[in-house]
């Protein structure tokens, strides 16, 4: 079974700041993806970035980008010129290719809080 | 598209009562999913289906029951309510294939007294 940690329950940083939040994942697959979801208070869960585990380049996607670190099983998400909208909780997820159909395992969860 | 829509929003339980909570995707999407999300937790999968007529047990299906009769309807059904089952439920879908992108519904929140 996979494992995945989000070690900061809790962040906070003011707007136009860059942050990092961090995710660590446990599993004995060799393919897989990983994303980061964003649920703001309306609990509408929405996807942030994703990356294909066999991909050596880290996604990115505007203001989002990943530090994808397969040997070390660490995924962070850095967030650039961060935002007021940004404010919500940020989760990782894994999927495990093939098994499941495709379900996700997903951390506990950061709640980032931008401050204006 | 309406996406996935859940229905209902919100519910009362009493302890033993039973409901059925209501899944529907029109993107045609063979997989559908139910998760649950504890209070600051995250997402942990119920059950799923990658077609009409085919269902499996996700990690935490004990309470719980689906059917899949359509590729569009996904319904989550528990029998016997009990107080560990207040959480909000998520229904998802998505294409075939593990480069798709899963689609959320808005979520039920379920309080069973």
């Known amino acids: 079974a996979q494992t995945v940690t989000q070690s900061q329950p809790e962040m906070s940083v003011q707007e136009a700041e860059t942050v990092t939040l961090s995710c660590t994942y446990d599993t004995s697959e060799n393919n897989y993806y990983l994303f980061w979801y964003k649920q703001p208070p309306s609990r509408q869960m929405i996807l942030v970035i994703r990356q294909e585990a066999y991909k050596q380049q880290n996604a990115t996607e505007n203001r989002f980008s990943v530090n994808f670190q397969k040997a070390a099983k660490s995924f962070s998400l850095k967030i650039s010129d961060s935002q007021l909208g940004d404010t919500a909780m940020y989760f990782c997820a894994f999927m495990k290719v093939g098994g499941g159909a495709d379900g996700l395992t997903f951390g506990k969860g950061t709640h980032l809080i931008i401050q204006p | 598209n309406a996406g996935v829509t859940q229905t209902p929003k919100f519910r009362i339980l009493k302890i033993g009562q039973s409901m059925t909570l209501q899944c529907t995707q029109d993107?045609?999407?063979?997989?559908m999913y139910w998760y649950r999300q504890d209070p600051g937790m995250g997402l942990k999968l119920i059950y799923y289906s990658v077609g009409a007529g085919i269902t499996d047990k996700g990690e935490v299906p004990n309470g719980y029951n689906v059917s899949r009769s359509t590729t569009e309807d996904f319904p989550l059904r528990l029998e016997l309510a009990a107080p560990s089952q207040t959480s909000v439920y998520f229904c998802a879908s998505k294409p075939q294939g593990p480069q798709e992108t899963q689609y959320f519904g808005p979520g039920t929140r379920l309080l069973v007294l």
């Open positions: 993107m045609n999407h063979n997989y």
